[in-house]
């Protein structure tokens, strides 16, 4: 399984500052295996535009911020706060 580790332990291993098209140009058929299918790093990277990163804790965050909803668990699904009143929140799931 190729997950964001494999991804973000090329980009510690990078030197920076660096564009994200350098990093797209260099890691960006690397694919992650994710909850709901895969995507590469250049997909993911793609909407970052020409942004300059200053190191790896740049790299990783930008990635982090730009996976697809292929990343998250089940969509509208908090175990945290219940639906506003008087707002229209997801149906109720029972497992």
Known sequence: MRLFTDATEKFDAHTYPATVEDLVE????????????SETVGEALDSMGSET????EDAR???YSAVSSKAIGRKNY??????AIGEDGPDQLSF
């Open 26 to 37: 260099e890691y960006g058929d690397h694919e992650m295996d994710l909850p709901n299918g």
């Open 53 to 56: 990163l200053r190191d790896a």
């Open 61 to 63: 965050l930008a990635l």
């Open 78 to 83: 908090s175990d945290r706060d219940p639906t």
